[in-house]
C-alpha cells in the first residue's frame, strides 16, 4: 500500500518544513481536522528521533493556534492511535488536532475516552458528514495563512 501521507496531495498540505508536515485529514471528524504527520515515514512512536517527537509537538501547537485563528472553535480534541488495536488505520504516526464547537454533538463528555467504546465511528459511516465537515477553499487559505504566520515564529 502506498503511504497517503508520505507523498500526499498537495492541495492537501497546510504547512510543511523539515521534519513535519500538516494536512486536512482525508475523513474530518469535524471541521479544520488536521493531521500533523512526521515527513520520515515511521509508524511507531519509538521510531522516532527527539527532534521529530518536538516537531510533532509543535506542530500540533501551532494547528491548534492557527486554527483558533481562522475558524475560532471552543476546544479541541488532539490525539493519536498507536498501532492497529489502538484504531490507527494508516501505518504512518499522525497526531489528530480535531477542533470541537459547543453543541457540535448530543454528548461530548469523556472526548478520547470514548475511543474506547465498542461503537461504530458515524463519521466513517456517514458519507455527507465527512463531506460537510471538509473545509471551503477560503477556509483552507485562512489556516494557510495563520500557520505561515506561525511558523515565521520558530
Given at each position: 500500500?502506498?503511504?497517503?501521507?508520505c507523498?500526499?496531495?498537495?492541495?492537501?498540505?497546510?504547512?510543511?518544513d523539515?521534519l513535519?508536515?500538516i494536512?486536512?485529514?482525508?475523513?474530518?471528524?469535524s471541521?479544520?481536522?488536521?493531521?500533523?504527520?512526521?515527513?520520515?515515514?515511521v509508524e511507531?512512536w519509538?521510531?522516532?528521533?527527539g527532534?521529530e517527537?518536538?516537531a510533532?509537538?509543535r506542530?500540533?501547537e501551532?494547528?491548534m493556534k492557527a486554527?483558533?485563528e481562522?475558524?475560532?472553535?471552543?476546544g479541541?480534541?488532539v490525539g493519536?492511535?498507536?498501532g492497529?488495536?489502538?484504531g490507527?488505520?494508516?501505518?504512518?504516526?499522525?497526531?489528530h488536532?480535531i477542533?470541537?464547537?459547543?453543541?457540535?454533538c448530543?454528548?461530548?463528555r469523556?472526548g478520547?475516552r470514548k475511543?474506547?467504546?465498542d461503537?461504530e465511528?458515524e463519521?466513517?459511516?456517514m458519507?455527507?458528514?465527512?463531506i460537510r465537515?471538509?473545509?471551503r477553499?477560503e477556509?483552507v487559505k485562512?489556516v494557510?495563512?495563520?500557520?505561515?504566520?506561525r511558523?515565521?515564529g520558530?
Amino acid at each position: 500500500m502506498k503511504c497517503p501521507f508520505c507523498n500526499p496531495r498537495r492541495d492537501n498540505v497546510v504547512h510543511e518544513d523539515g521534519l513535519i508536515r500538516i494536512i486536512l485529514d482525508g475523513y474530518p471528524a469535524s471541521r479544520g481536522h488536521l493531521l500533523v504527520v512526521p515527513r520520515r515515514h515511521v509508524e511507531r512512536w519509538d521510531e522516532l528521533t527527539g527532534e521529530e517527537k518536538a516537531a510533532l509537538i509543535r506542530g500540533a501547537e501551532m494547528a491548534m493556534k492557527a486554527l483558533k485563528e481562522a475558524l475560532k472553535p471552543d476546544g479541541f480534541n488532539v490525539g493519536m492511535n498507536l498501532g492497529e488495536a489502538a484504531g490507527q488505520t494508516v501505518p504512518h504516526l499522525h497526531v489528530h488536532v480535531i477542533p470541537r464547537w459547543k453543541g457540535d454533538c448530543r454528548k461530548p463528555r469523556g472526548g478520547i475516552r470514548k475511543a474506547v467504546l465498542d461503537l461504530e465511528d458515524e463519521n466513517l459511516s456517514m458519507r455527507e458528514r465527512w463531506i460537510r465537515n471538509r473545509l471551503r477553499d477560503e477556509e483552507v487559505k485562512a489556516v494557510r495563512r495563520a500557520l505561515r504566520s506561525r511558523s515565521k515564529g520558530h
